[in-house]
């Protein structure tokens, strides 16, 4: 039935609190071997080893191909379990680690197993002074995780208003949207409506940086903003009729969402506000139908 959501509407977390447990693995599908392989090749110029080793002697060249090989690798393996370092440290919200690690030179632009960022770890934690301090040292607020999830959609996620203020400031894109479901960064606020006014701030803010209060969901696809949901063509004003406050319906009408508009199957923002027995939103929304 459309409109009806589960009482806890807590969606499946896009990233894990710790980045510890997403060691293993790789989604670029590159072993630690081919991995070794592959920068031996490329750091000798040749996939044969011991016939560029050969040919460097023959010729004069100083030192040995595989030797300047294992050492660019030996360093690029340091960089990589140091920038991890600062991953885990983000998460974990240890701002006296985080500055040592990039005062030794961490990447932190470095994508972790999930390709996100320490950026991206840091505001879905709610790690204020250490998004700011990765910010003013050149961390990309739009790098985002191979599931499309952007620091930015972290923090809106988690409804950290200080934060998304942050992110805007400092250039991350606030036109998101998530590639399987289609939501737009409204959908995702208004989905934590349980957050209170951390949920208001944060739709007052996405809707000042222009995100579109009338985007629509996909059809027929499984949404990440609450557990085993599947969304129908639904925009922001649905959710908010169904599970937000007063403010938030009365903010995304005067930004221009219509009222009258018709999810997937057929329900109007009013419907889903009378099916969830919502009576401020009820009101919100006659006082403009009629």
């Not at 998460?91 to 990447?107: C, M, P």
């Not at 505001?123 to 002074?129: F, R, V």
């Not at 007052?204 to 985007?215: K, S």
Request: hydrophobic share 35%.
């Amino acid at each position: 039935m459309s409109g009806v959501l589960p009482a806890g509407r807590k969606g499946r977390p896009p990233v894990p609190v710790s980045a510890r447990s997403s060691r293993a693995g790789s989604r670029a599908g590159q072993t630690g071997i081919s991995l070794r392989r592959s920068w031996a090749s490329v750091l000798t110029g040749h996939p044969n080893r011991v016939g560029t080793c050969r040919y460097n002697q023959h010729h004069g060249v100083g030192g040995t191909a595989p030797s300047t090989a294992r050492r660019h690798f030996h360093v690029y393996e340091r960089n990589q379990a140091m920038s991890q370092q600062l991953i885990d440290k983000c998460a974990e919200g240890d701002v006296s680690a985080v500055k040592a690690l990039v005062d030794k030179g961490a990447d932190v632009n470095h994508r972790g197993t999930h390709g996100n960022t320490p950026l991206g770890y840091s505001a879905y934690n709610g790690h204020d002074e250490i998004v700011r301090f990765l910010l003013d040292v050149g961390a990309d607020p739009n790098i985002a995780a191979f599931d499309g999830w952007s620091p930015l959609a972290l923090a809106v996620y988690e409804c950290r208003a200080r934060l998304v203020k942050l992110l805007l400031e400092s250039g991350a894109d606030p036109h998101f949207v998530h590639g399987d479901s289609g939501e737009n960064l409204l959908h995702v606020a208004v989905a934590k409506s349980d957050q209170g006014a951390g949920t208001t701030q944060c739709v007052a803010l996405l809707l000042r940086a222009g995100v579109d209060p009338n985007g629509k969901t996909k059809q027929g696809v499984e949404t990440d903003s609450f557990y085993n949901v599947t969304v129908y063509s639904e925009t922001p004003l649905h959710w908010a009729a169904a599970y937000g406050d007063e403010a938030t319906v009365k903010m995304l009408i005067d930004a221009g969402a219509e009222v009258s508009i018709k999810d997937g199957r057929g329900d109007t923002p009013l419907v889903w506000a009378g099916r969830h027995r919502r009576p401020t939103a009820i009101r919100s929304l006659l006082s403009i139908v009629s």
